[in-house]
């Protein structure tokens, strides 16, 4: 990443990188998630709710698949329980992830202990999220820099939930928010003003790095295809950067310090962190 990428992180709010991981960058925690499907398909079927496991299924569409075959929605925007892993570890720690970010921040680098994976499901309302600034979720951020790394874990189009941004809208600062009755989340109360051309819509290829700021405006298209948009999400800061208490800050740690490739924080001490923490069953 040259300086031209940072000059466009500042300017824009948010990044691409394309290839920044390899394939085999991202198939332990692929693999985590498909265990656990496979898991929840045996004990579906061995409990007679379904009649196939969709065992020769893709990894795009079994998931949809055995949810159709039973009849229920996903009905959480997110996994985070089910996906803690050393895989998981592996990929928030990455020195290529890392990388890109020691570009945009610096070396000393912590990982907020948010993360994501995201099974968004074809036709899915709940997972389609509208225009918002991520800080509106995370109180008292706003005064700082908190970014999140997006990874596709499936080639992501327009067609399938690609996500949209307003490029620079992060300059204007945190919005107010209010509720509104059939969104799950707060919304704007002035919703950013766009004509189509503002808007940035990012097609990716599984291996593209996406990272983009706290302020920055973006949203989540309707999937309309038939295959799950599989992604995943991590937070960071620098280190020193205060969480204000949020529900993840037990599971925060360094990620990197002084440029050290070495990352400083080891998975057993991670899970250890975990064990302790006091959130890490209010989550699917
Ligand atoms: O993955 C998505 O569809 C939405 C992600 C998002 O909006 C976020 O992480 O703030």
């Known amino acids: 990443m040259g300086t031209n990428s940072e000059k466009k992180f500042v300017e824009q709010g948010y990044l691409v990188m394309k290839s920044a991981l390899l394939e085999a960058d991202l198939a ?3 693999a985590v998630v498909s265990e656990f499907v496979d898991k929840r398909a045996t004990e579906l079927y061995n409990e007679g709710v379904i009649s196939d496991i969709y065992e020769e299924m893709s990894f795009e569409r079994r998931w949809y698949a055995i949810l159709k075959a039973c009849s229920r929605e996903n009905e959480v925007f997110g996994w985070h329980t089910l996906v803690f892993s050393e895989a998981l570890f592996d990929l928030i720690t990455h020195p290529r992830v890392l990388d890109v970010l020691e570009r945009l921040i610096g070396g000393d680098i912590q990982f907020n202990g948010d993360f994501w994976v995201r ?3 074809p036709n899915e309302k709940l997972t389609t999220l509208p225009w918002h600034q991520d800080s509106a979720y995370m109180p008292h951020t706003e005064n700082d820099t908190h970014l999140t790394v997006w990874l596709p874990l499936v080639d992501v189009k327009t067609e399938n939930g690609a996500l949209q941004f307003l490029p620079g809208s992060h300059k204007a600062g945190l ?3 209010h509720r509104v009755p059939d969104e799950a989340f707060a919304v704007p109360v002035l919703p950013p ?4 051309t503002d808007i940035d819509t990012l097609e990716m290829k599984k291996g593209d790095l996406l990272v983009f700021n706290n302020l920055v405006f973006h949203r989540s298209l309707l999937n309309r295809s038939d295959i799950i ?3 995943v999400d991590f937070r960071y800061s620098r280190i ?3 969480l204000h ?3 993840h800050e037990a599971i925060a740690c360094p990620a990197r310090q002084n440029g050290t490739r070495q990352c400083p924080t080891s998975w057993r001490t991670w899970r250890a962190q ?3 923490s006091p959130h890490k069953d209010r989550f699917v």
Not at 193 to 196: M, R, V
């Open 274 to 276: 975990w064990d302790t």
């Open 28 to 30: 332990p925690l692929i």
């Open 175 to 177: 919005q107010t928010y």
């Open 229 to 231: 948009r599989w992604s």
């Open 193 to 196: 003003t766009s004509s189509d």
């Open 245 to 247: 208490g949020l529900w």
């Open 240 to 242: 020193g950067t205060s």
């Open 119 to 121: 099974p968004k499901l």
